[in-house]
C-alpha cells in the first residue's frame, strides 16, 4: 500500500477523510446506499466503508459497536473480537465518544483458512442522534495472503492488517466534519 493520501470529499463533501492512494470509490461502479461511501482498493480486496446510522439503543459504547459488528456479520458466521479501545477523533468535538475494535469474521460453512478482518470505528454523535461506523475489510483468501505470517493468538497481524490498521488511523487523524446539516436526516 502506498504511504501517500489524498483528502477526498464524502457525502457531497461535507465531510473529508484522507485515503490511500489506489482506492477507489464504489458508487462509480455499482450503486451505493445513500447512508454510505465506499472505496475499495484497485489491486486487492481490501475496502473502507463509511456508515452514517440511526444511533443504536445501546448506552455503553462497546455494546453499541458489538451491535454494529453483528450488523454487518452474516447470520453463522463465527465472529471474534481480538481488541478494542476508546479513541480520540482528532477533528471532532472534543468528547465525542468514540471506540474502535479489530474483529475477525469466519464462514461457518467452511474449514478453510479464509477470513475477513475488520477495523471498525464507531463515532457517536449524541446531538444528531447518528452513529457513524468506519469499517476497513481486509479479506483474507488462502492463496493471497501469506498463512504463516499472522498468528492472531500471539498478537502477529500480518502485513495486510498492518496496513488496516494505518488506515484506520489516519481516518482517526483526518476525519472532519464541514456540514453538520448532513445529520439532519433531510
Partial sequence: MSNEYVC????????????PLGFIDV???RQVPDNQEVYVKETGLTSIIFDITERVDESDVVEAIKYHLEDVAEKGNIIKVWANS??????FPSGTPAITLFATIHPSHTTTS???????TLIRLERQKTDVVVTVNIPHLVGEYDQGAINLEEGIPGALIKE???????????????????????
Fill in 27 to 29: 458508487s462509480k461502479l
Fill in 8 to 19: 477526498t470529499g464524502l457525502y457531497g463533501k461535507a465531510v473529508t477523510v484522507k485515503l
Fill in 86 to 91: 476508546v479513541v480520540n477523533m482528532a477533528k
Fill in 114 to 120: 479464509n477470513f475477513t478482518a475488520l477495523i471498525m
Fill in 164 to 186: 488496516g490498521m494505518t488506515m484506520r488511523d489516519q481516518v482517526l487523524q483526518s476525519l472532519e466534519v464541514h456540514d453538520w446539516n448532513l445529520f439532519n436526516g433531510d
